[in-house]
Structure formats: C-alpha cells, structure tokens
C-alpha cells in the first residue's frame, strides 16, 4: 500500500472516530491498526494534526465589550430568556425549541421576511437571501449562504452572536447591522452599535476591523476595506427594509442592477442611457412605474420584451 | 493487558517528541532525495522504523535517531536500485543534521502554532474550510455541522477527512504544498470514483 493510500484510509478512519465509533467500527480499527505499524504512524500522524488543530478554538469570538447594562442588573436578554423558558415550560415541553438545530430562512426575488430568533434577536431577510441560523442556549452562529440580512441583536457577553459570510465571519458588539454577500464578496453595513469584521485564516491579514455607527465594511478576497458614510446613504442602503429602493445621483445602469435584485422580471439599459444620473425614492416591486417615468421624464425608450424591458435613448 | 498500555506510552511518545521534528525531517528527505514524488513515501517509513524500535527501546535521543534512520533508509533504497555512486553519496547532506535548529521547532510557541494553523486553514477549499472551522473553531459536532450546513453527516465526515490531511500537508514543512496536496487529492477522489 502507498503512502497515499494509507494516509487516505487513516484519514477515513480518522473521521469516522471524530464522529463517534460503533463498537464493531472500534475493533476493525484496531485490527487495521494491527495490520501493519505503516498504517498505525499513518494515523497517529493525522491524529496529533486533528488534535492540533484544537488550538483553532482559540479563534472563536470572544465575548464582546458591549456594556450597555451595567453588571448586576438583570440585562433584558436574560429576563426575556427568563420569560420565554417560562412560556416554554408552560406550554408543556416544548422547551426542546431553545435546543432547536439549525434552522434555514430564505426568500425568493422580490420578497422580505421578518424572522425573530429564539434569543429575541431579529433578522430582516432581503430579496433572494438564504441564511441559516444556529441559536440554542449554547451558541449563537448564523451563515449567509447568499443575499442580504438586516440583524437586530440582542447582545448577549456569554453568547457572541457569529454571522459567517464568504470568507468573513462578524461578530456582534451590540448592535444593529446588515451584511449582504454575493459570492465571495461581502458588505457590512452598522446601522448602531458596533461590529467585528474578521478573516480566520491568513494570520498576516486577519488584524480584525472594528465598525461603528455609520461605517461600512466592504470586502474582497483579503482585502477589507471601511469607509465612513453619512447618516443618508447608511439610511439609503438599508431602504430596502421599507420595501424601498433610495437612490442619489447613481447611473441607471446601477439602478437597473438594483431593481433587478428585486424583479425577475429584469431591466436591461443600453448605450448611453447607462450614464445617465438617477435620484428618487421608489417601490422596489413597482417595475413598471419606474420605466414609466424614465419614458415621461428622460424621454427613454421603454420596450416591453415581457421577461427583459429594454431601456435605451 | 500490560502489552495495550505499552503501545499507549509508544503512541504518547511518538506523537509528542517525534512528529513535531516533521518540518525538519522534510526537509531532510527533501534536501537529499531527487524523487520529490517519494518524500511522502520515505517518511512514512521512517516513522513505521522509528515506531518499531521504540517498541523494543525507547531511543535516548530522538533527533539524532530519527535522521538516522531517515539516513538509513535513503542508503537502503539506493543499495536497492543499484544506482548508488560515491558521488551521489557525498552530495548528500548528512552532516548538517545538528546544523539545523530544531529546539525552535520542537516547542512551537503556542501563539506561532496558532498562526502555523491559521494559514493551513485559510489555504484549504471553501467548504471545507467552513466545516473544520464550525467542527474546531465553533466546537460543533459532525452532526451539528451537517445539521447547520444542511448536509449530509457522510458529507461532513468526508470533508473532515479531506481537511484533515490537507492541514497535515500544510504543516509538514513543504511550500505550496496544500494547493498541490488539494489537486492530488481531487484526483484521486475521481479516479476512485472511476472505478
């Protein structure tokens, strides 16, 4: 047997253990290992790697240094626990739901969803967003597959609340903040309070950025930027929440992108159309109004094509 | 049974005092070894060698033994092929075992260790890399991952042991060595899968 192949078979073996043996498992083991001491180094040198890698708990969030309540008094994330396991209990067992897995949110193009957690936090789900979220008396660990979240946390010092996003992972300092993700790509905007923005590998790059009140943090393979943004363009970016889209002086073509984010029925710009510069309040899901207006107020032409409306001069 | 608990202290030992010197001993095979393709081969060897004496006598110094037999090895092997030549001999690096500063290496600062870590982790694939950090970093079990990820636990479980030989490649001493380590691996997944 190569090297490879026995470092592949005590990889399996490996990960077999690590979710738990069944007691014949156990004993095939045990004879594999007895097989050749190729095979028993072959292991143990992945075994001292896995445990190695223990030392990696050292990256989990620490707790955050919110301290909006002082210690001492019971903060309101405690008596609403207090409260909700009381109701649980009452309810007659269903206290199972504190212990819930992880459970999966997700809207289709043009649509929102409010959902509120088991901790008392909320999530404002935007258009064409899949999240999953892990919220049991342990941990709390949501995942951005793809789209948009407005996140209002209940802070918690003992359970940092965790949203992984592409290659990022944020952590709430308390604090109200949307992070929206396509691809790899992720921008965090902090509507209040305070956010931490980190990388958990590449160590040269990973100092993590703290965000405020008004900062957004826009990120790109490993680089991370922060810019500071007036009250109304944070206001603007989160617009959405109201089911509106809040534009100031962008091209059309960016505005186009943006409705489309909303309509699967997709508008399509062409020539110099594109440059022309946009303001304006309008429902994200009024299609037809906005082409409406471009046709009355710019003079465009406006071709219907029923899935694609063309938009030229 | 007194042999099982034997086989535990050698375990212990081997984990402890021996593969820390992996880096190193790399390093070695790969400084006096042409055939990069069989480094993995020859160190794999060395270790079943190592093992198998320290059954019968825990050696007193382990560094000095472990390139020892990684020496004897290589001259086994070239005896082997009949291509041995007093050149190639002299080529080799043997002497400058105690040059290498291995002190260093065997005790790893722990914050160092951590970055070691961290850069195995960020060079792993995507999803693979979300696993191991939710199983190590979050703490959850295989089945909680699964549960988080919504996928299966035979998923996991084979993500866990892709990642797991990944982050040994990367920490074995060689550069470049995952992405390298990540296409082997994929072709070797297909070619199974093949047949």
């Not at chain 1, 929440?241 to 992108?257: C, H, I, P, S, Y």
């Not at chain 2, 375990?11 to 402890?16: A, I």
């Not at chain 2, 472990?66 to 005896?79: C, E, H, P, S, Y």
């Amino acid at each position: 047997m190569s090297s490879d192949r026995i470092e592949s078979t005590a990889a399996e073996w490996l990960a077999r253990e690590d979710r738990g043996l069944s007691p014949q498992e156990a004993l095939a083991l045990a004879q594999w290992l007895e097989e050749s001491t190729l095979h028993r180094v072959g292991y143990l040198r992945l075994k001292a790697v896995w445990q190695r890698a223990d030392r990696l708990s050292a990256l989990k969030a620490p707790p955050g240094r919110a301290g909006r309540f002082p210690r001492g008094i019971l903060r309101p994330a405690v008596w609403m626990a207090v409260a909700a396991s009381l109701l649980l209990t009452m309810a007659g067992g269903t206290w199972l739901l504190l212990r819930r897995p992880a459970q999966v949110f997700a809207t289709s193009v043009g649509k929102t969803e409010a959902v509120r957690l088991a901790d008392g936090s909320r999530m404002e789900l935007n258009t064409d967003t899949k999240v999953r979220a892990d919220v049991t008396a342990a941990r709390r660990i949501v995942t951005l597959d793809s789209g948009e979240v407005y996140f209002d946390v209940v802070h918690d010092d003992t359970r940092p609340f965790t949203v992984y996003a592409g290659n990022r992972r944020i952590t709430d300092l308390g604090t109200k903040f949307a992070v929206y993700r396509a691809g790899d790509d992720v921008r965090v905007t902090v509507h209040e309070g305070r956010v931490r923005v980190d990388m958990l590998g590449r160590p040269a790059l990973d100092t993590p950025v703290v965000a405020e009140a008004g900062h957004m943090v826009v990120t790109k393979g490993g680089e991370t930027l922060l810019l500071n943004k007036p009250a109304e363009d944070i206001a603007r970016d989160l617009s959405w929440r109201q089911g509106l889209l809040v534009f100031n002086q962008q091209t059309l073509a960016e505005v186009a992108d943006q409705f489309n984010r909303y309509n699967s029925r997709k508008i399509q710009v062409e020539g110099s159309a594109r440059k022309i510069r946009i303001g304006g309040s309008f429902r994200a899901d009024n299609i037809d109004v906005f082409v409406l207006l471009l046709n009355r107020g710019f003079g465009l032409t406006v071709k219907d094509q029923g899935e694609t409306i063309l938009v030229s001069r | 049974m007194p042999g099982r608990m034997a086989e535990k202290a050698v375990d212990d030992w081997f984990m402890q005092d021996v593969l820390p010197l992996e880096p190193m001993l790399t390093r070695f095979l790969q400084r006096n070894w042409r055939n990069a393709a069989e480094i993995g081969d020859l160190r794999q060897e060395t270790y079943a060698r190592v093992y198998e004496a320290a059954r019968r006598e825990r050696p007193l110094q382990v560094k000095p033994f472990l390139f020892q037999t990684a020496r004897n090895l290589m001259i086994d092997r070239l005896r082997r092929q009949n291509v041995v030549s007093l050149e190639s001999m002299a080529d080799f690096d043997w002497l400058n075992i105690s040059d290498d500063q291995p002190s260093s290496e065997a005790t790893v600062a722990a914050r160092q260790e951590l970055r070691v870590l961290q850069a195995a982790l960020d060079a792993l694939p995507a999803r693979c890399r979300q696993i191991v950090v939710l199983r190590k970093v979050e703490g959850l079990s295989q089945k909680e991952v699964a549960t988080h990820m919504g996928i299966a636990v035979d998923t996991v479980e084979n993500q866990v042991a892709k990642g797991m030989r990944l982050l040994a490649q990367a920490m074995s001493g060689r550069r470049g060595a995952v992405a390298t380590e990540a296409r082997r691996f994929n072709a070797l997944r297909k070619s199974r899968d093949v047949q």
